[in-house]
């Protein structure tokens, strides 16, 4: 078999990692030779569930698999070994000269295999494959070994006979020597390291079951506190590679793209998923794959919003979801599920952080009707209208599409917006009897009236003072920061010339004092 350390090669030599006495190498080679056909090798069986592998023992045979150097052919050498060490054993006779055993494998007395071979000054060392597995786990070099794993229930080994049949006689599959995934999983995880759960899904991205329960176990509400170790300990990076695998499966990428939004929520997450270049193609990959299952736009939708609101560096993120048509699918997306509120709110969030300042963008927005599409959710009767959080979302997001005034896309939202029935919307909120109360919705809807006003100044300012009663008496009843914004709005509308005509008797110095 040719080697191809071009393709992938490791060696565990120069690592800090306990056991830091095991050397060993991961390399790739051919599958095909070049005469064509599949290569004839059979790999050995590793030691990857409890029981693990025997242990050399002092006086032990075994026996060591070696290669000729120069020298006639010779396939084996039999020795004992003669002293322990934590991670290998020492055998007490010397290679002749000619011959070599470094990565041979080494057989016990009853055939099992159980280390790699070693000459160092002509004697043999057998590393122990327990401790070679064990660093493959924890140094995250596992997944290069490919193994084939049953689904079935375990318990079903119980059944059969050492034979492969059960009691009755009747014929089934032998499933002697096979590895069930559940059986894996209890071998390696322990259940007060939270660490380990990363460590499977690194070892063994390829199985779908196995990742399944892991990505479980890293969102489910006993380990909440412990989130924050997903960007600490690369775990947002075996999440990623569990996506790329298993890009078709609803269910893994549902608990993949969740355990993502969690990550997302601390500042170690969420500089891994920026380092990851793949992260936001595969959030918005699942959008499109996906479209109709709303849980999982849910979470793609929170993790985007992180990305673009709270990340350091967002350009990046922004870059790929610009060039993938990430708004467009967001769009529809919001288009079809308009009562679900979580997906609304945080698709609005996201929105709001993605367009915010950018002209192309605002522009691209609203040649995809996104604005529109929030003021019709605002003037809705269902739940979104009536849920604070998301109103204060949509809100904000229509701000997002109004604050720059001097962009000529803003200006003709504005006027299009003013045209729909904005300007009514903000006063119904307002004077909402639920909202009065909820600074958030108050500010954001003060500040949308103010961009409002800059954008399209002569309706709008009509507006205002036809209702200026209304928006002075909210004024007077919200927080400072808000009452501000609004009596600012009624401020600049007597500015443009408009008489305030109003229906109850208010104090004018409400309005100098601002």
Known sequence: TRLLPSIFYYSSIGENMEPSSVGYTLVACELFSLKGGVVHAVPLPLPIVKPFAQSLKQDDTCLIIQHPNGVEPRKFHLTKVASEEPHYVTHSTRTPPGYASSGGAVFNEEGLFVGIGHMSGGVHITANINDIMRHMFHSMQMKHVELDFMDEDPGLCDKFTSFGYPNDDTEVPV????????????????????????????????????????????????????????????????????????????????????????????????AKMEGVESCVSLLLNAVRNFAEKPLILQWCSYALANLFSVAPNPEASKDVFIEQQGLQYITRAVQTYREDVYLVKWTAQLVSAF???????????????????????????????????????????????????????????????????????????????????????????????????????????????????DIIFTAHTACSSSSRLLLQCVTAAKAMGFSVQHKYEYDETLLQLY
């Open 175 to 270: 499933v002697r020597n096979k590895i069930f995934w559940k059986d894996v999983w209890d071998s390696w995880y322990e259940k007060n390291r939270y660490g380990t759960i990363i460590l499977l899904l690194h070892a063994f991205p390829y199985n779908a079951l196995l990742a399944r329960r892991g990505l479980m176990e890293l969102t489910c509400h006993s380990q909440r506190f412990n989130v924050q170790l997903i960007g600490k300990e690369h775990g947002v990076e075996a999440i990623v590679e569990v996506m790329k695998r298993h890009w078709d499966d609803e269910d893994v990428v549902c608990k993949a793209v969740a355990a993502l939004s969690r990550a997302s929520d601390t500042e170690e997450g969420l």
């Open 355 to 469: 367009v915010r300042s950018n002209e192309e963008i605002i522009s691209w927005g609203c040649e995809l009707g996104h604005h529109e599409t929030v003021l019709e959710l605002l003037n809705g009767q269902g739940v979104v209208a009536e849920d604070a959080s998301c109103v204060e979302a949509l809100v904000t997001c229509l701000h997002a599409f109004l604050d720059e005034p001097d962009f000529d896309c803003v200006r003709q939202s504005g006027r299009l917006l003013t045209e729909k029935g904005l300007p009514a919307t903000l006063l119904s909120l307002l004077e909402h009897w639920s909202f009065k109360q909820h600074e958030g919705v108050l500010y954001h809807t003060a500040l949308l009236m103010k961009a409002l006003t800059a954008a399209h100044p002569p309706s709008i300012a009509v507006f205002i003072t036809n209702n200026a009663d």
